[in-house]
């Protein structure tokens, strides 16, 4: 059976990841243009190196978008096993957040919140490792500069740092001295670009750019019918989940409920990003992040294996009908 088959640690279920991600990601590997992305004609500096390298080759495009997506795959399945956030050692996490991620053709897509999602997750991951640390503000530093790295590849991914702030103070990294590491880690990279472009005599151009990327409207995709009853059910999956998560925290470990409060509050923030119009379908990999983890452990608490096996391959299938009629 196939939940059986990925909810452990095994090589067989490690196989199966990159197996289920080609297949998931066939439509997009055969599509023969490369779709744009809104702020592609005036992109940020590390995104437009890849455009430069990969435009107008939308197979190599979506070989790369592929790459990315296992990347994040393996990095969700490391921090749940590492930070004992499932029942046991798994492989269920990774392939949720495939399915979470595969329903839109258009999220398959390279977009730049593929390159900003594993420097995200590595932020997350540094101030997870910093947790009691005597002086953890290395690691708020080092938290802030993969995000800051991350937002010169997609702007409005800055947005998140507050967020980082709430995972600090939930992990009781929070200080004046933590504060100011993290403010210099996000500056870092981008006097490092402002060097290079004030070196080039292109400083305003930079500036303008930041400014444009930071707080344009994104929006760029109109839902159907089909598309809302998808988003729908997937809502209420990542709701009926996160309950499970709240009713279950009081018998789990003390740092392990900071771990799911950190995670559901990034689906919450997740979400409310996505209904303004500066973000769209590109957040999908950022807000899968948290769903991924929370609906693995929702699986893991259905006591009867048909069930599971049931609802698993629901999924599956409701993924593979979206790719065809959204």
Known sequence: MLLKTVNRNSLAALALLP??????????????????????QTPMPLWGLV???LKGNQLIAASVSLLMALI??????RIVNRYS???????????????????????????????????FLLSIERLFTAHGHRKPMAYCFDAAFWLSVGTLFYAKGIFFLPFLWMAMFILRLFSFRSLVASFIG??????????????????????QL??????????????????????????????????????????????????????????????????TP??????????AIGSAIVISRFFNAIRRTFWQETFFALLLIMTIIAQFFI
């Not at 994040?72 to 399945?77: A, F, I, S, T």
Request: avoid cysteine; aromatic fraction near 20%; hydrophobic fraction near 60%.
């Open 19 to 40: 197996l289920f991600l080609i297949g998931l990601w066939a439509k997009a590997l055969l599509s023969v243009q490369m779709p744009g992305f809104p702020f592609d």
């Open 51 to 53: 455009l430069k390298v």
């Open 72 to 77: 994040m795959m393996l990095g969700v399945n």
């Open 85 to 119: 956030l499932s029942q046991g050692q798994t492989a269920l996490p990774g392939m949720i957040y495939l399915f979470l991620v595969s329903g839109y053709q258009l999220v398959q897509n390279l977009h730049p919140v593929w390159f900003f999602s594993p420097l």
């Open 186 to 207: 996000v500056l870092l990279p981008y006097l490092f670009a402002f060097g290079y472009y004030f070196f080039i005599d292109k400083q305003a151009w930079f500036f």
């Open 210 to 275: 930041i400014f444009e990327n930071f707080v344009s409207p994104v929006a760029f995709f109109e839902h159907s019918l089909i598309s809302q009853v998808y988003n729908g059910v997937i809502i209420f999956l990542v709701f009926i989940s996160i309950l499970l998560v709240v009713r279950i925290l009081p018998i789990i470990k003390i740092i392990s409920r900071k771990h799911y409060r950190i995670f559901i509050w990034l689906i919450v923030l997740s979400m409310l990003a996505a209904i």
């Open 278 to 287: 500066y973000f769209s379908l590109e957040i999908i990999p950022v807000f």
